[in-house]
């Protein structure tokens, strides 16, 4: 049953993000930014939207309950509607352990204080410790496990947007750049090292990882 708009509540007109008329387009569009991602969940649904809201800070704008269906909580973290959609769908059961399809979904922040208030604030939630820790040398990373066992990723790019791709076209993967786990980290280290007054030009270089992971400092 649809619950009865506000009364205080008038539609504005519509604005989208830009008009265009018939025949300015003429060759097939990019997305203007990755909006949002629905992710079906059961028996842990309540838990799935605690964890979305204190992952980002964030508030749901809507929760639609539907006859004998599907439970829908929107969750936002800026000036959108909603980013993740929890859907409870009953009698669903659990996530299959292997499955093909999306791997994870990633949420950029801001700078690397910003990831580690993050760490912090998950922990002290008592939320599983991320699984993987590392910097890519373009970006660094940690990858959460959220109730359901979909993988969660927060990351920071190391460098500007066009710097991030020219590293990631010439350089990762490459001989010199290693292995990859090469840039395996520790966030409790990484935390301390941060706190200490460590700067972030040091935290995020993967070079500079790489040798404090590779004698414990990190």
């Known amino acids: 049953m649809a619950s009865k708009a506000n009364d205080t509540y008038k539609p504005k007109p519509v604005a989208p993000h830009r008009v265009d008329p018939p025949g300015t387009i003429t060759e097939m569009p990019r997305p203007r930014e990755m909006h949002h991602a629905h992710i079906f969940t059961d028996k842990n649904y309540d838990a799935m939207v605690a964890f979305y809201q204190t992952l980002f800070n964030g508030s749901v704008t809507n929760e639609h309950i539907q006859n004998n269906g599907p439970r829908l909580a929107f969750i936002t973290y800026d000036d959108h509607d909603h980013r993740v959609v929890v859907i409870k769908k009953p009698g669903w059961g659990k996530k299959t352990g292997q499955a093909v399809g999306l791997s994870h979904i990633a949420f950029a922040y801001a700078s690397l204080g910003e990831l580690i208030f993050v760490y912090k604030t998950l922990k002290a939630a008592g939320h599983p410790a991320p699984h993987w820790t590392v910097n890519h040398g373009n970006s660094t990373s940690f990858y959460y496990r959220d109730p359901d066992g979909n993988e969660v990723e ?50 995020l270089d993967r070079e500079e990882v790489r040798r404090m992971a590779s004698d414990g400092r990190l």
């Open 154 to 203: 927060t990351m920071l790019d190391n460098f500007s947007a066009l710097e991030t791709q020219d590293y990631k076209k010439f350089y990762q993967f490459t001989e010199e750049f290693g292995e990859m786990s090469e840039g395996n980290f520790d966030p409790d280290k990484m935390v301390k090292l941060f706190e200490s007054g460590v700067p972030d030009s040091v935290l």
